[in-house]
């Protein structure tokens, strides 16, 4: 099966725009970007994995987790929700922080938009970045072919939990 992935980088924007189609039901998919327990088994490009140490998904609410090397280097980020309209959209700024909660800005904040038709859910997701030079940065550290990695980690994960219900 052919499911549709979108990567655009917009430099004048300062943003990255994603758009990835998933052979899964909606209320699936939300679940995954949305419980900490799902995100932490696809989120990081192998062999890196991701940790929750806490995760509030609310408006004002907030996620602190690290990526952590095979070698158990880990590098911490946070995210914090600013809009949720359920199974829809929601909103958060994410920043680099270290092991003590304090971000690391300039910023970036993430729009994740959800939808559903014939069985297939399509989330579209832009990334608006405070600066040019951290999305260079970002883009410089390996983000599309992390993110592309990440994207079919939770395909597979997709697959296995659709299997289940």
Known sequence: MNLLFEFTVDKAAKTVFITREFNAELSLVWDA??????????????????????????????????MVSPEGQERWAIQKYTSISPKTNFKMFNAFADKDENPELPGSDWDYTFSEQNGKTTVRITIYNESLARMEKMIEMGFKEGFTASMTNLENLLTTLSKRS
């Open 33 to 66: 970007f949305t419980k900490a327990e799902i995100l932490d088994q696809w989120v990081a490009p192998k062999p890196w994995r991701s940790k929750t140490k806490f995760m509030d998904f609310k408006v004002g609410g907030r996620r602190f987790y690290a």
